[in-house]
T-cell receptor, first 114, second 113 residues
Framework: KQEVTQIPAALSVPEGENLVLNCSFT??????LQWFRQDPGKGLTSLLL?????REQTSGRLNASLDKSSGRSTLYIAASQPGDSATYLC?????????????FGTGTLLAVQP | GAGVSQSPSNKVTEKGKDVELRCDPI?????LYWYRQSLGQGLEFLIY????????KSGLPSDRFSAERTGGSVSTLTIQRTQQEDSAVYLC???????????FGNGTRLTVT
């Protein structure tokens, strides 16, 4: 059974710092991995999607890497801003990707202090 | 453009009552998902619709839960004889295809008293 773990559960950093969020999964047979952010009382916003054949994806100040063989992904946020404060979730799609059934981690709650 | 819309945004119901939660996906999105997010737990997959295919119901926690999608668009999640452990935020998502980034609605917060 695929399990997704995120460390740390919570993180507080001063504005301007670069930071890394970690995601690990137990079954390396994934189709893709996605990173989302969730603001309080809101749904999820897709940030980055990495296909299993890819090593990384970048969008603005965000960079996500994927090491499928070791079952790890990282989300790097450069020059953090208070507006980055949110819960960050990673999720994997298992196997051949016949469905987009995402298995989620429990998230990292990020607070960026001004 | 319009995103995924869910209604109601909040629902308080008494234990034992039935509830219906509605999801309007983004127009043209063929895939629709329901997830549940309970306090202190991650998102739990409930059900997945893709086009005219039979839905993947493997995540429904009991036979009190059912969902339908009419005309390939609007979906309704029904919970019969609600229990307190059903209290959670129910999130709907849609995507253009079976393997594309998901677009989530803001969810329905269900409280069973």
């Amino acid at each position: 059974k695929q399990e997704v773990t995120q460390i740390p559960a919570a993180l507080s950093v001063p504005e301007g710092e670069n930071l890394v969020l970690n995601c690990s999964f137990t079954d390396s047979a994934i189709y893709n991995l996605q990173w989302f952010r969730q603001d309080p009382g809101k749904g999820l916003t897709s940030l980055l999607l990495i296909q299993s054949s890819q090593r990384e994806q970048t969008s603005g100040r965000l960079n996500a890497s994927l090491d499928k063989s070791s079952g790890r992904s990282t989300l790097y946020i450069a020059a953090s801003q208070p507006g980055d404060s949110a819960t960050y979730l990673c999720a994997v799609v298992a196997g051949g990707g016949a469905t987009n059934k995402l298995i989620f981690g429990t998230g990292t709650l990020l607070a960026v202090q001004p | 453009g319009a995103g995924v819309s869910q209604s109601p945004s909040n629902k308080v119901t008494e234990k034992g009552k039935d509830v219906e939660l509605r999801c309007d996906p983004i127009s043209g999105h063929t895939a629709l998902y329901w997830y549940r997010q309970s306090l202190g737990q991650g998102l739990e997959f409930l059900i997945y619709f893709q086009g005219n295919s039979a839905p993947d119901k493997s995540g429904l926690p009991s036979d009190r839960f059912s969902a339908e999608r009419t005309g390939g668009s609007v979906s309704t999640l029904t919970i019969q004889r609600t229990q307190q452990e059903d209290s959670a935020v129910y999130l709907c998502a849609s995507s253009p295809g079976s393997v594309s980034p998901l677009h989530f609605g803001n969810g329905t917060r269900l409280t069973v008293t």
